[in-house]
């Protein structure tokens, strides 16, 4: 069954408005989450490292004041985008890293489609 | 830097008609490759995890091999629910555990 849920699996939102994504490790606690996007025909790209009781550490390119991402308890991250304009467009999937399995796969989430028009 | 190449790029098979899907690789020391299928709309689903040359992995249809350049995914007699695009990752011993380099995936359509 899925360890990580994600939440919603779509949304649609007007340009200027904040969408917030969540996040969920669901039968183990993730100190370290991960949030990535993945356009069209490209692959997945990491975005940022959630940190659990920390700040969230940002890839390059990726703007931190966009991107939100609040891991406030060791079963939640969300990702906040702000001010969305159309080419935030994208599918965003989180993963989870289970504690104690530093060579193990990530287990992703089933992603949310972000609409933004 | 870090690479990955997938072809091919889409494979269309016809139900029990064998093939390979490669997944080409740089990594400046390889901490572990690995292969998950992603349906529309899902995110991926974690299939193998392969950790040096010459190691291979196998579940139902699939076999996955691993040499210091490349991995195959070899899938035998196939059925349509195979349908899938396969994504290619690897992992380098400079990254974190969530830094893994993706390829751009392999879209496999198998007809009945």
């Known amino acids: 069954g899925a360890v990580v849920s994600q939440h919603p699996s779509w949304v649609i939102c007007k340009s200027g408005t904040s969408v917030k994504i969540e996040c969920r490790s669901l039968?183990?606690?993730?100190?370290?989450m991960f949030w990535y996007r993945q356009f069209p025909k490209q692959s997945l790209m990491l975005m940022a490292t959630?940190?659990?009781?920390?700040?969230?550490?940002?890839e390059q390119g990726v703007e931190k004041d966009k991107f939100l991402i609040n891991h406030a308890s060791l079963t939640l991250s969300t990702l906040t985008v702000t001010s969305a304009h159309p080419e935030d467009s994208s599918f965003y999937i989180c993963s989870a890293e289970k504690p104690g399995t530093a060579d193990s796969p990530l287990h992703f989430g089933n992603g949310t489609r972000l609409t933004v028009t | 830097e870090d690479q990955v190449t997938q072809s091919p790029e889409a494979l269309r098979l016809q139900e029990g008609e064998s093939s390979s899907l490669n997944c080409s690789y740089t990594v400046s020391g390889l901490r572990g490759l690995f292969w998950y299928r992603q349906d529309p709309g899902k995110g991926p689903e974690f299939l193998f995890t392969l950790y040096s040359a010459g190691e291979e992995k196998e579940k139902e249809r699939l076999k996955a091999t691993l040499t210091k350049k490349e991995s195959f995914l070899h899938i035998t007699a196939p059925k349509p629910e195979d349908s899938a695009t396969y994504l290619c990752?690897?992992?380098?011993?400079?990254?974190?555990?969530?830094?893994?380099?993706f390829g751009k995936g392999t879209k496999l359509s198998v007809k009945p």
């Open positions: 039968d183990f606690q993730a100190t370290t």
């Open positions: 990752a690897v992992r380098d011993y400079g990254g974190s555990q969530g830094n893994l380099i």
């Open positions: 959630s940190n659990e009781g920390s700040k969230a550490t940002y």
